[in-house]
């Protein structure tokens, strides 16, 4: 690992080796994202190895070698330059002191002749010059060193000029020649400088261009991470919504998938580690090539390392050799100037040495000069006679300079045709003066060949004598005339007058040369002659242990005859080549770790998937379970229900026969046991509807104030026996009418009325309130009485009570809706209103800890609580559930012993109120009589004050608020005075505030007052009511005996209530107000009544006939739908229709809508005018109540509705709705298990308008009492049709 | 004699229900009965055999095609226990009920017996109901 890291960090992408693994482990969730994955790994891979032979590559690129190499070559550089620029200035030196001796009108030729040896240090720095713009960064320090010099030699060379320039013009031109030189050397400086810089700035562009092109890598890697993540990422979503995909479908499918999925990620596992193999066994032999690739790389820079030292060596050799030959054949100029030139002759022997004594250093490589004189035989003897000395003849051939041979040894020359003696000659080699060198075989030769083609010509080499070395001599010819260019050999021979030797001492010079030079250690020279190819004669080197392939560079010493070459080769073997070694391993031991780290990840991939596997099938397993558990306590509560109807209504028969006290106590707590348990059944089954979602809400308009009346007088007994106050309050900006499903709102306000009742007990009181979400939006603004009030609940009077409904402190039931989330979005749409509904009692509250788990199902506050005041802890759930269906949030607060404030809102839409007009009418039947008329309620509580108010307010009856008896009596005696007294009707008066004391004035005040004249005015007498929570009959009694009050209403105030005992104690609408039909009446609304009886089956039929007619029906039956619709062709004479659902031919869906589709029709006629009135009769609107009849109610209408068109399903509803719903209100009144009654008839009402009756649900509750209802002509029935249902 | 009548009667009653042959929409029956319709359970009854006889044929007769129509058995049969329901006939119901359920299952021989049985329930209880109507 940790290797792994360096090689990623040395690359730059530690990061993305990091985030490689991490994409490593993320990588096993899903089977369908490793194919993707894989691909990605493997790019990053690759990318990894390339960035890492590309810095390997780059850092080992011959940096050491070449650095030795530069080095030497810069080194070498400056000592061949500075040679240069000494010799030069020795040259100036020596034609210096030739021309104090010599003439000076032959030194300008000489000079002119010369010249081209000066341009040597331009042709060294050219030279340089060229080397420089390879080598440029090594040449900064060489020309630091160069510039060094250069001030010297201009020194030196000036004050060697100025010598001359006293006595000789022509010095200027040689001076200004050397300064041209010169400042060319130093033109060339500025120039290289320039280069450099130039050079220079290329680098560093070059540089910059890599650093730019690394940062883009670096960039681009960084984006192929960040994609790969990107793309991994949303294949891991993608899969993952594809395993939900796979969650839903049905769960044979799943396991078969499972299994899919499994084989398919077993067979991926197995290509997984396919290609991991192939990548391991890729790495290996990348390895190895990256060995082999950097081993030949290196042997190849060795290789050429080898070359350029040698050729650079060959080069320096050549150069000095050629230097010193250039010497030789200046030296041949010089005789031939002064000697032959001059009459008489310039150069005698002495001269001759000294000049070449001083000028020795100048051929370093020469042991000696020395001059020949051409002699013919005819000259012989004049020459011999001149010079003193007979021409001697060489008695060994190849020793001709030997030094140690005795002059006298020499015998003298034979007859010769011409002679070559030597004249001149340095003092080294003095011995071989008067020698005939055309007596020697090889200077024969090298004289022949030299004065034939007028350059300088070499022998091969051979052993010189004294120093035992190998040598060869240099041989020039000497023309007494200049000669063109173009001379033929022919003329070169006639005008050759002497000859100029020079022995070169080989071996010496070369270990000169390479002695100067650095690294002459590590490399081996040898120097051959290879004029004769088969036989190369070495001419320095030994001849040591092959170490590799020599490099041979050829050599050009002047001579187109000979040939030379230089072999070079390492002295040592190549070592191990470390860098590939390190380099190939490095990658093997990467490729062996990431190999293993993918097998670990492969592995544990393969691990989880399993994992994954597993889990997956536990987790379906429990959802079967889930579901199953939901399954089956939908049955069971189903399978319970019904023969729990069964008991209950047969304890109901029970308890109607003649039963004495103790049968019948027994009985009604078994009924009550029943009720129970089946109203809990119905809560487990809403619960699982509702978890399965299979509830669906209903949208019928509905009088929220009637819905919360209801739910009081559920409660009203056992609030009474508790001696609880239990109010109900809703808001004035509250609409009458709205749409929404009442059942279900009602639903939620019991549960919590319910629960609050159970845990508040004997103290305090539980208050529902309705308001706007709106209102309670601005809490300052609230214009609402009791908002106010609640706002800040404060401590009123010296008992510790507070301005609560029963002085008992409550919890700020403003904390219970902070939370709600959706609060301020409501008024968006304009016919949806937002309702706030709070429940507050002052009951035990919910512990703190217990508060989190109060809406989980069947979960209680503790399970003490569960046992001190029983219950199953489903209803709140339901209720949370309800809410979130109607759009709406549920909260509360609660305080331990202080109290607990549960609000909910929930969405309904606004309704027109002419919808529930007819029924408004049946309900209100008494309002009318009390439009107009003034209250005043005297209660020391404002908050059940006004909801006193509310309750008088919806009777029309407009109130007055007094706080106690005696502002009361002060208000009464005002009003009396004041004489607007006529319509105060009633007083009512609060328990609280009622005393003995002030009770009697205050009665004959009021007596007072009705005498003087209200009673005349309006006809209705001053009456007294007492609101009391709890009272038991004698107090009640004994207050009326007093006639003190006139009645005693007792709480929770509800309208139909209220209104009885207005009515009873001012003796209006006595008549006809009875709202309930019983059974006792049902003769009375059933009796002539025309009904059609629609059946296919005779016995049926008949049983229906008999049993409407028995209450005076009359009975028209038919078999079919189509007969159905022939008879109910308006108009016609029936009053009402039961009909058969499922019927042969047509059935009772059809019917009804041919019917329906007819009465429209119908009735459109009659608006429109075209029919007549008679026809119309009475009716202004033709819609004959069609009640189904059929058992399989779920079948039927759920599959049929939905056929239905819209607009007729609509049409159905919005016609018959109220009346509907009516009746629903009384079967869930007088029986809680009809719950489900009322649900199919909503089903059946979307269908098809009016009601249908299930024998299922209203078999045992309606078969001893058949009930019937009739609302303002319509007509309602649960007729004992049949006993069981059909299926 | 009168008083022993209607014991008699009373006894007959009680044991129809004992055997579990009648249900309370018997009894359901007879309250509707009344001046106006003396004999309506009666009526009933008779209108019950005279129309489920036909119902019995027509499903005998289906019951001898092969393969069986279970469809139109269990038309039939809906029928026939939508009667039986309405006279309060509760072994006949039962009968009924299972005779479905074979129907739904697709139960060919489970239709026969249990039509056998059906029918010897329901010669039993006209037997009965017979008897029990000639008693005044």
Redesign the interface.
Known sequence: MSSNCKQSSSNGNLCSSLKQKKAWESLHRTADGRKWKRVVVFLWLVVALCGLVCALTSSNGGNSERKVETSVSSEFKTQVSLEYCNVSKEEFHALDSLFIESDRVASLACCRESGYEMPSSCTSTCRLKMKGSEKWHKLVAENVEFNAHCPSRDESISTYVGLPLSKNKTMSFISQLAFSSISSGHLWYKENELQMTELHNHATYNCESISFCLAKICLWILAGMVASFNILKLHEKFSSQKHEIIQETPRAQQSQLLQQSQSSSRSTGKWRKKILVVFVLAGVVFSFWLFWYLDKDIILRRKETLGSMCDERARMLQDQFNVSMNHVHALALLVSTFHHGKQPSAIDQKTFEDYTERTAFERPLTSGVAYALRVRHSERKEFEQQQGWAIKKMETEDQTLAQDCNLENFSTSPVQEEYAPVIFSQKTVSHIVSIDMMSGKEDRENILRARASGKGVLTSPFKLLKSNHLGVVLTFAVYNTHLPLDAIPEQRINATVGYLGASYDVPSLVAKLLHQLASKQTIVVNVYDTTNKLAPINMYGTDEADTGLPHISNLDFGDPTRKHEMQCRFKQKPPPPWQAITASVGVLVITLLLGHIFHAAINRIAKVERGYREMMELKHRAEAADVAKSQFLATVSHEIRTPMNGVLGMLQMLMDTNLDAMQLDYAQTAHANGKDLISLINKVLDQAKIESGRLELEAVPFDLRAVLDKVLSLFSRESQEQGLELAVYVSDQVPEVVIGDQERFGQIITNLVGNSIKFTQDKGHIFVSVHLANEVMLPLDARDEVLRQSLNIVQVGSNASYNTLSGFRVVDRWRSWENFKKFSGIPEETEKIKLLVTVEDTGAGIPPEAQCRIFTPFMQADSSTSRKYGGTGIGLSISKRLVELMGGEIGFVSELNIGSTFSFTVTFTKAEANYLDTMQQQCDLAVPEFRGLKALVIDERRVRAEVTRYHLKRLGISVDITSSMESAYSYVSCYGKTSVSEHLAMVLVDQDSWGKDICFPFHNLLKMIERNGSKSNSGIPLKIFLLATCISSTQRKELKLDRLVDNVITKPLRISALAFTFQEATGFGKMGHNTRAKPSTLRTLLKDKQILVVDDNAVNRRVAEGALKKYGAVVTCVEGGKVAVGLLKPPHKFDACFMDLQMPGMDGFEATRQIRSLESECNKKIDSGEASVDMSENFAHWHTPILAMTADVIQATNEECMKWPSQLRHLAATSDFPLATQLCHDLSESNPCSFHVELRLGDFRSAMGDIMINSTAIKQEYLPTSCLSLFSGHMYCAVPLRSEPYT | MERNLHKQLGNMKKSLFDQGYL???FI??EE???E??PN?VE??VT??YR??ARLIQNIEQTLENNPLDFAKLDNYM??F???S????AKKL?NECTQF?EHCKTGNGDGCKRTFQQLKKEYAALKKKLEHYFQVP
Request: glycine share 8%; charged share 30%.
């Open positions: 249900d309370e929409q359901q029956l509707l009965q009344d106006a319709n309506f009526e009933v209108l019950y129309d489920s809906h029928q226990k939508g009667s329901c309405s006279i309060g119901k479905r």
